[in-house]
């Protein structure tokens, strides 16, 4: 069983809809959350970065963790073109040295 | 404020040559993570480092792989004898501390022919 588990979709959306983006996990161990934006063939970028569970907002995105289901979850509001990329969970433990990566989700946003 | 820097972005070698591979971090930050990205593959980390010690290399193959983190300058992860499973995109990401975001850079594209 992978560490992490993440739909690698792909997933397409009009303009404007919402979007949900999931990850589950196995090891209880892990207190830090995050999700990265990958555009093709650029570097991941940081966009949300949660401690244990409850809820995160910044902007459009928010980040939701559930660790007594061992859910992850990013939703995206009135969703862009140029939100069309790869989404990335990643996780850690505390005092951990590396992060666990979920494979990605293609996402594509159609004007 | 710079980003985490890497370079070169793209590397070619053929099977049996080195590469070198650079990455220097955010400015303050001293702990240093390289990753690994192949194809259709979320990314893997590899090793840890902070300045001059390496802390954690337990995602490191155990031949042929080495890496790095000077006194002064950048990060170096050392590929030799490459064979063609070695192309992929390797990742450098820089943190403040450890448990603390970690920061990527866009990646050296290496590919082995």
């Known amino acids: 069983q992978k560490e992490v588990e993440q739909d690698p979709g792909p997933l397409s959306v009009p303009e404007g809809a919402i979007v949900s983006l999931n990850c589950t996990y196995s090891n209880s161990a892990f207190q830090y959350f995050m999700w990265y934006r990958q555009y093709s063939r650029k570097g991941p970028e940081l966009l949300m970065y949660?401690?244990?569970?409850g809820n995160k907002e910044d902007g459009r995105f928010t980040a939701q963790v559930d660790k007594s289901s061992k859910y992850i979850s990013l939703f995206i509001r009135d969703s862009q073109p140029s939100d069309s990329a790869t989404y990335l969970c990643?996780?850690?433990?505390?005092?951990?040295?590396?992060?666990?990566f979920g494979t990605g989700t293609r996402l594509t946003v159609i004007p | 404020n710079a980003g985490v820097m890497q370079n070169p972005r793209h590397l070619v070698r053929r099977r049996g040559q080195e590469a070198r591979l650079r990455c220097s971090p955010m400015?303050?930050?001293?702990?240093v993570y390289w990753y690994r990205q192949l194809p259709e593959e979320g990314l893997k980390f590899m090793v840890y480092?902070?300045?001059?010690?390496?802390?954690?290399e337990s995602g490191m193959p155990k031949e042929r792989f080495s890496a790095e983190f000077p006194k002064e300058g950048p990060s170096i992860l050392r590929i030799q004898q490459v064979v063609r499973g070695d192309s992929a995109a390797y990742f450098c990401a820089s943190s403040p501390s450890r448990d603390n975001e970690q920061y990527f850079g866009p990646g050296t594209r290496l590919t082995v022919t």
């Open positions: 480092l902070q300045k001059e010690n390496i802390i954690d």
């Open positions: 949660t401690y244990s569970s």
């Open positions: 400015k303050g930050h001293s702990h």
């Open positions: 990643a996780m850690s433990a505390a005092g951990a040295n590396n992060l666990f």
